[in-house]
């Protein structure tokens, strides 16, 4: 029986109880919050950027320049954010970055040229980047605590904030103003702040062994910090294949396969749908397959669906691909991030977390250029390969310990074998 649960049961009832499980459901309820708001958030505002785009008076041009301050505010924030939950703990700083995030919904509407949006788009980059590192932080040291692969979970509650913003977006852009719609989202994500975020402050995240490392960290080693980048290289090629979807899957369908405009918008909600219903099983699946074999199941059958989506001679086959592609690439990106907590804490989750975003922005423009010098299928094919280099890669690492690879750095106590051992523990029961 392991330790935990012979601390439960020596102590069965009264003051001396241990109130871990009702405490940890909370938690991960408030997680799971905070996750979706983020999603809800960050799609909220992108379906009014054409409107935003109009009002500003800005060029096609000037608006790239201008979305690059969410890219910018987001990349500098991610880098700085796991010192901050070193110091001050991940769940102050995610309650914070989200009242942040909030805040900054309403800056766009109140800009009237392509600059001043840049500039206040720093701010919101900043908010969601913070936001991103924190909370998957939070996530890991969860998911040490209750010793279930939980991760997915979170993530699968992002993606549906993000279909439940779009979707609301999309039904309220006829009605409302962008500065009404966006200020709305502002008060829906303080009114959800205040109502999740004292859970989080009530369970301070788990401090290292010897706490004063939460203030000064021990540096990596070598190993582990080469092995945090492996896992944040695997972000990267989970969230290149999402940017390209995002932007490209609609254009393919019309363009190279003829389909109906309503059709085509369907590739990509398709894609999005099947990456929920991955991540709201992947819970189960990590538990039977274990982490490595989820990750390589899951970069080989997203290759297989691009390469199927990608060059496939009609309509349905390739909305079939697609929809395949989702399911694959679903768990890879919340097994990367966590596996890269488990070996570095706060930096391994920036690390990645910053790679994977960075993946994200590569993905559209490279797909563009090799559109222009070969075709867009061929360029979609690139999503396929980076699929089954993830598969690869998660194999390659697939005995990374922090033990073994961080000898000399002390390991957070609360943080279990199953867990940190090795990612080829079919349960983490």
């Not at 109130?19 to 958030?41: E, K, M, N, Q, Y």
């Not at 059709?263 to 990456?275: I, W």
């Not at 250029?369 to 690492?397: E, K, N, R």
């Not at 000898?407 to 523990?425: F, M, N, S, T, Y």
Request: glycine share 14%; charged share 10%.
């Amino acid at each position: 029986m392991p330790l935990i649960n012979k601390l439960r049961t020596a102590a069965p009832g009264g003051p001396g109880s241990d109130p871990a499980p009702t405490s940890l459901s909370r938690l991960r309820i408030a997680l799971t919050v905070f996750f979706a708001l983020d999603g809800f958030l960050f799609a909220g505002w992108v379906v009014r950027i054409p409107a935003i785009k109009q009002q500003t008076g800005s060029s096609a041009g000037d608006l790239g320049l201008a979305l690059l301050g969410v890219s910018a505010g987001a990349v500098v924030t991610m880098t700085l954010t796991g010192r901050l939950c070193r110091r001050y703990g991940s769940h102050p700083v995610t309650v914070a970055a989200g009242a942040l995030l909030a805040l900054s919904m309403a800056l766009p509407p109140l800009t009237h040229s392509a600059a001043a949006l840049g500039l206040v788009l720093l701010v919101f980059g900043a908010a969601y980047g913070g936001m991103n590192v924190a909370m998957n932080s939070a996530a890991v040291d969860l998911v040490a605590e209750m010793r279930r692969p939980v991760m997915p979970s979170f993530h699968a509650a992002f993606s549906l904030g993000g279909m439940l913003g779009a979707g609301l977006g999309g039904l309220v852009a006829g009605g409302l103003s962008p500065t009404a719609h966006l200020l709305g989202l502002t008060v829906v994500g303080l009114a959800v702040t205040a109502a999740a975020g004292p859970v989080l402050l009530r369970h301070p995240a788990p401090a290292p062994a010897g706490g004063a490392d939460r203030i000064t960290p021990r540096r990596m080693s070598g190993r582990t910090r080469r092995l945090v980048l492996l896992f944040g290289v695997i972000a990267l090629c989970t969230a290149y294949g999402e940017g390209a979807m995002a932007d490209w899957s609609a254009l393919h369908l019309e363009q190279d396969l003829h389909a109906h405009p309503g059709v085509a918008a369907a590739g990509y909600s398709l894609f999005a749908l099947a990456m929920t219903a991955g991540r709201l099983s992947g819970t189960a699946l990590l538990e039977r397959l274990g982490q490595t074999r989820t990750l390589v199941a899951g970069g080989l059958t997203a290759a297989a669906g691009m390469l199927l989506g990608a060059l496939a001679p009609g309509v349905w086959t390739a909305l079939l691909g697609f929809t395949v592609t989702g399911l694959g690439l679903a768990n890879i990106f919340p097994l990367a991030v966590a596996r890269a907590g488990a070996l570095a804490g706060p930096a391994g989750v920036a690390a990645a977390s910053t790679l994977g975003y960075g993946g994200m922005l590569l993905g559209p423009p490279a797909i563009g250029f090799l559109a222009d010098w070969f075709s867009l299928p061929v360029a979609l094919t690139t999503v396929a390969a980076l699929a089954a280099g993830a598969a690869l890669i998660g194999y390659g690492a697939r005995h990374a310990t922090p033990a073994a690879t961080n000898a000399h750095q002390p390991q957070p106590a609360h943080r279990p074998a199953a867990l940190v051992d090795g990612i080829d523990e079919p349960s983490l029961r």
